[in-house]
């Protein structure tokens, strides 16, 4: 296959993802084989988990430099670890709609399986109380995963929350 042809199906691939997902990190991309180099890309120090001493530079990519400009680094932070949420759970484009708008009513995505509306929540630092609400607050839902970038944060989530489904993703690393 040639470079052009090559540089096509690579742009077209992230295209695709990046209509489902809004925000990934180049170590995502590399993880699948792509380079996101020709994405508008904003190169950041972060804290997966909120108030930890441990930060990562992390390059985020999106569609377009206004995604990336004029918003919290918690904000992409948090779009990359839903994004990471669908990629670990292998959810098909067709299956996840990530919602927004909702920060403390609605869950960060929805993933329908086959009949059942999945809530789906990434926690990269929640106090306890707002963990409580928002469980609560999804309990309509067939099922609740929850999504953490620490193991030792998830433990705590699943031996606090039996009934939820608890995963630990990462959005920073080339290889997991």
Known sequence: MDRLAQANRNRQAIEELLAVDDVLTDAMLSRVGLDGTRFPGLTLSVQPMRKSSWTVDVTFRAASDSRL???????????????????????????????RGGRFHRPDAVMKDGEELVAMEYDAGYDRR??????????????????????????????????????????WSAQT
């Not at 309509?140 to 970038?149: E, F, I, M, Q």
């Open 69 to 99: 400009r004029d918003v919290p680094i918690s904000s992409l932070s948090h779009a990359a670890g839903t994004a990471a949420m669908r990629w670990q759970l292998a959810a098909s484009a067709e299956q996840w709609t990530i919602d």
């Open 130 to 171: 707002t963990i409580r609400r928002k469980v609560r607050q999804f309990e309509p839902y067939s099922r609740l995963v929850w999504a953490t970038p620490s193991a030792i944060r998830s433990a705590r989530m699943k031996a606090d929350y039996p009934h939820v489904e608890v995963i630990t993703v990462d959005y």
